[in-house]
Nanobody
Framework: QVQLVESGGGLVQAGGSLRLSCATS????????MGWFRQGPGKEREFAAA????????YYADSVKGRFTISRDNAKNTVYLQMNSLKPEDTAVYYC???????????????????WGQGTQVTVSS
């Protein structure tokens, strides 16, 4: 079983920054595509960012591109989401997800991810 634990959420003013972390003890972490999804109030869960298992290619939703950066540290079994220039519309519960050897298309959708964290709340005030 792959256990994912998110941290780093909180309350921040518009224009501010937060860094989310997602940690796991999974020994085969390096073979997993890692993604971040978010779900705002009354909205469906949506893709935010992902990083691949091989070369570490990154993918972003248009809504966050240029503001968010996803990265991974395989030695620490941890994936990060650096969020800059935050906007009120970024307010959501952010979920970390893991899926083994996902394709580019799969990485940008929720269906192929087998493991999910409990989520961490990010609130951006105006």
């Amino acid at each position: 079983q792959v256990q994912l634990v998110e941290s780093g959420g909180g309350l921040v003013q518009a224009g501010g920054s937060l860094r989310l972390s997602c940690a796991t003890s999974e020994r085969t972490f390096s073979s997993y595509t890692m993604g971040w999804f978010r779900q705002g109030p009354g909205k469906e869960r949506e893709f935010a960012a992902a990083i691949s298992w091989g070369r570490g290619s990154t993918y972003y939703a248009d809504s966050v591109k240029g503001r968010f950066t996803i990265s991974r540290d395989n030695a620490k079994n941890t994936v990060y989401l650096q969020m800059n220039s935050l906007k009120p519309e970024d307010t959501a519960v952010y979920y970390c997800a893991a899926g083994r050897l996902l394709t580019t298309t799969q990485a940008m959708g929720a269906a192929a991810y087998a493991y999910w964290g409990q989520g961490t709340q990010v609130t951006v005030s105006s």
